[in-house]
């Protein structure tokens, strides 16, 4: 069966500080990936996209960069942290037209 | 592009009544999907349902069934019996077919009540 890992699951990073959020898929080949940011009580909004390796499409415009070095890796980078990049990320798979499957999430603070 | 809307920010009910929540959309594709997605206090996203365009049956699990209206772009989510478990925010959710993102809505959060 499919399982995603993601961590960690709480982190306090200081201003100006690098980021670094891990997600990985066990159990399947060349799904899509999905990291997404939620702020406190409101929706989902997606960040970046990718549909194979080291293809990344981002939504929007910010702080905060993704790759994916390996099949079933999809990783979340910043070079320098900022207030606003607060938040509850989510990191997602699936394969073609089937529900998003969510890893567990990582609460970021940064103070 | 396509946008979710949930116009009941919060919900509450008494354990075992029935609840509806509401999700309308906005697209101009005729093939898609539907998702409500359920939150606990856990932050775990987990899905509840899927429900097909181009099926006209109402999609069911359980005790969570939807009323899929597809003229009227709206895509509301049942609970019968409610339990104590319930108690969650609630994500409508759109895709597109042929495209990989998911669209959500901003979320109902429902509170069962003993």
């Known amino acids: 069966s499919q399982t995603i890992h993601q961590w960690p699951a709480t982190l306090v990073q200081p201003v100006g500080s690098p980021l670094s959020l891990e997600c990985t898929v066990e159990?399947?080949?060349?799904?899509?990936l999905y990291w997404y940011r939620q702020a406190a009580g409101r929706g989902l909004q997606l960040l970046f996209y990718?549909?194979?390796?080291?293809?990344i499409s981002s939504e929007v415009p910010q702080n905060l960069s993704a790759s994916r070095p390996q099949d079933r890796q999809f990783i979340l980078s910043s070079k320098k942290l900022l207030l606003s990049d607060s938040g509850f990320y989510l990191c997602?798979?699936?394969?073609?037209?089937?529900?998003?499957?969510f890893g567990s999430g990582t609460r970021l603070t940064v103070v | 592009a396509q946008t979710v809307t949930q116009s009941q920010p919060e919900m509450s009910v008494q354990e075992a009544e029935t609840v509806t929540l509401s999700c309308t959309y906005d697209?101009?594709?005729?093939?898609?999907?539907l998702f409500w997605y359920k939150q606990p206090p856990s932050r775990q996203m987990i899905l509840v349902i899927r429900?097909?365009?181009?099926?006209?049956q109402n999609a069911t699990e359980n005790r969570f069934s939807v009323n899929f209206q597809k003229a009227a772009k709206s895509f509301s989510l049942k609970i019968s019996d409610s339990q104590l478990g319930d108690t969650a925010m609630y994500f409508c959710?759109?895709?597109?077919?042929?495209?990989?993102?998911?669209?959500f809505g901003q979320g109902t959060r429902l509170t069962i009540n003993p």
């Open positions: 997602a798979w699936n394969e073609g037209a089937q529900a998003y499957t």
């Open positions: 159990g399947t080949s060349n799904p899509n």
């Open positions: 990718s549909v194979g390796i080291g293809q």
């Open positions: 697209t101009s594709e005729s093939n898609y999907y």
């Open positions: 429900q097909e365009a181009y099926k006209q």
């Open positions: 959710a759109f895709m597109n077919r042929g495209a990989q993102k998911l669209v």
